[in-house]
């Protein structure tokens, strides 16, 4: 039995490039634990990894979502569990690796088995926060489910819709049907890393991948996206940092340089948050400002032999 290894952090910390140096020097195969790079339609603006990298070591769950798909931390769940278990049959390391906490948490702690919701129900809350905006929404959500809307972290419309979408459908609140978790793999599975460098690093590095995204064919990525879905404003996808203010800049909504500060500044601000999650909720993880291969690998022989 090999354990699962996981290399979680905040956008732009490098975990991607530290994932493919793991997975070389192990023996390993990766699988994306990210909630936009599961899109098919955005490779560039959600950071994917490139087809040089992808044909190094095998790589999975990335880009196969159309970005029309409302998807869940439970549809990835149900997607991994059989990934990783494929990849520990074959005698392989799964290297789990992603900024989307949650996913991680649902993997290990519990999911929640929440009935299915009707599109429509959907569609309708999404609707309302594009044309009534996000503010008038909240004010629902705070009357109906208080307490999962002190938890949202700041103004995110996909996870408000999850909320009043859940309650709405089954009358019961989101943190209800959380109660009953169970975990699919035990946390004495797996060895868990957080990259968290110094916050200073990682704004200068957001601000010139963004730049790098943007010149290296980002605006055109999202031009083809602006031409697919066209005003559809439901799309879980087109609210993705980055993209987001890209369409708005196509729309003739911002003029391209403040479309560009305007992404840059959200994403720091997207990161931060992600920083303040992870020291929260993967305090019992391995915390470091970079990962040291060595490090890993005398961790793996260790629980190998233990």
């Known amino acids: 039995m090999k354990p699962v290894l996981c290399i979680a952090g905040p956008t732009a910390s490098g975990k991607s490039g530290a994932a493919l140096t793991l997975a070389k020097a ?36 990335y880009g196969y979502v159309s970005g029309a798909t409302h998807y869940s931390g439970g549809q990835w769940v149900r997607e991994a569990l059989p990934t990783i278990l494929d990849i520990l049959a074959r005698g392989k390391y799964p290297i789990l690796v992603g900024g989307t906490g949650l996913y991680f948490k ?9 009935p299915k919701i009707e599109p429509a129900i959907i569609q309708d809350i999404d609707a309302r926060i594009e044309s009534e905006g996000i503010n008038s929404v909240m004010a629902e959500a705070r009357r109906l489910d208080p307490i999962g809307t002190a938890r949202l972290q700041g103004q995110d419309p996909q996870r408000l819709t999850r909320l009043l979408s859940v309650i709405k459908q089954t009358g019961r609140p989101l943190h209800f049907w959380q109660e009953n978790t169970r975990p699919q793999i035990p946390v004495a599975y797996a060895l868990r890393y957080v990259l968290m460098p110094p916050r200073e690093r990682l704004y200068e590095r957001i601000n010139s ?48 340089d403040r479309a560009i500060e305007l992404a840059k500044r959200d994403t720091r601000r997207f990161a931060k948050r992600q920083m303040t999650w992870f020291r929260n909720q993967c305090a019992n993880w391995n915390h470091k400002e970079e990962l040291n291969i060595n490090m890993i690998k005398k961790d793996i022989h260790l629980w190998e032999h233990s």
């Open 26 to 61: 192990v023996d390993g195969e990766i699988v994306n634990t990210d909630a936009l790079q599961v899109y098919s339609d955005i490779r560039i603006l959600s950071a994917r990894p490139d087809e040089v990298d992808m044909q190094a070591v095998p790589h999975h769950l």
């Open 106 to 114: 649902s993997l290990f702690e519990g999911l929640a088995f929440i």
């Open 209 to 256: 991948r963004f730049e790098a995204m943007v010149t290296g064919g980002g605006l055109d990525e999202a031009r083809a996206v602006f031409e697919h879905y066209g005003s559809d404003g439901t799309a879980p996808m087109l609210k993705a940092i980055g993209l987001s203010h890209l369409l708005r800049h196509l729309k003739g909504e911002l003029i391209y």
